[in-house]
């Protein structure tokens, strides 16, 4: 019997010193999203025209823990509007939605997404209000913390065979 343990995770977008990758177009869907290799720094845009983008990214955690993601945007154009950012397993609804504002001036926000395996997860990126003739660039990054209690010893993962815990005893694993 598995048991609940405490993760963190962030999203970061930021321009730093590691390898810069940038958006492949087309990449509005899942079936067409731009691969973002781990420790790269992701860049890409949206725009109007055309009217409402979106951008997808496949990701591959390189473990189980905390993801962090740290996003910088900055707007241009009359109008720049906002980014929605999510982030997505293989299977299955959006783990966490955030807005970015695109205004003129960059702006850095860090995101936190809990709990997650190591696996394939797919990050969405769109538009959102955005004006005729305006733009919203953005920069991310990525990193991956082991989990809190992770790895715990106990053959506990059979639900015929369940490691037994006394109430009000505390029990770590993952």
């Not at 963190?8 to 930021?14: E, G, P, R």
């Not at 993962?157 to 037994?164: E, K």
């Amino acid at each position: 019997m598995r048991s609940l343990h405490t993760c963190i995770a962030f999203l970061s977008i930021t321009v730093g010193l590691r390898a810069q990758l940038t958006e492949i177009e087309p990449n509005e869907s899942t079936t067409q999203a731009t691969n973002w290799t781990y420790g790269e720094t992701m860049d890409g845009s949206e725009c109007n025209p055309p009217s409402f983008d979106t951008d997808y990214f496949l990701i591959v955690l390189p473990s189980d823990g905390v993801i962090t993601f740290t996003v910088t945007s900055q707007g241009s154009g009359p109008n720049p509007g906002n980014l929605q950012f999510a982030l997505f397993p293989k299977y299955g609804f959006y783990q966490q939605y955030h807005t970015l504002p695109g205004s003129i001036g960059p702006t850095t926000q860090t995101f936190s997404h809990n709990c997650l395996s190591g696996d394939t997860m797919y990050v969405r990126v769109q538009e959102d209000n955005v004006g005729s003739n305006s733009c919203v660039d953005y920069s991310m990054s990525f990193s991956v913390a082991p989990a809190v209690f992770a790895n715990d010893t106990g053959n506990n993962d059979d639900p015929q065979a369940p490691q037994m815990v006394a109430l009000d005893q505390s029990f770590e694993g993952h």
